[in-house]
């Protein structure tokens, strides 16, 4: 079992920087791969970063490419989400979920998910 708690939501303007935490607590956090998923109001939950379990690999979906960076410090049971530039665009309720296979961008595969931290960008 692992417990996963987001943080560092907020409401900033548009080209404003956040920066999510996701803290982990319980099975050892460096077995599961992680992914950053957002969900904004009318639309499906979709993918926006993920990391590997050592950190070694990440990818990111195209809307985000550039602008955001996924880091994990497997010492403190942590997974970062810095966000730069940020948009109107990326308004969403932004959730971090654990999976303990291989880094995926498929959300029914992921075995964790924390409650989720409020992401809003005005223009």
């Known amino acids: 079992q692992v417990q996963l708690v987001e943080s560092g939501g907020g409401l900033v303007q548009a080209g404003d920087s956040l920066r999510l935490s996701c803290a982990a607590s319980?099975?050892?956090?460096?077995?599961?791969?992680v992914g950053w998923f957002r969900r904004a109001p009318g639309k499906e939950r979709e993918f926006v970063a993920g990391?590997?379990?050592?950190?070694?690999?990440?990818h990111y979906s195209d809307s985000v490419k550039g602008r955001f960076t996924i880091s994990r410090d497997n010492a403190k049971n942590t997974v970062n989400l810095q966000m730069d530039s940020l948009k109107p665009e990326d308004t969403a309720v932004y959730y971090c979920?654990?999976?303990?296979?291989?880094?995926?961008?498929?959300?029914?595969?992921?075995?964790?998910w924390g409650q989720g931290t409020q992401v809003t960008v005005s223009s």
């Open positions: 319980g099975s050892p956090f460096s077995r599961y791969a």
């Open positions: 979920a654990a999976v303990s296979d291989t880094l995926t961008t498929a959300a029914r595969l992921y075995d964790y």
């Open positions: 990391i590997s379990w050592n950190g070694g690999r990440t």
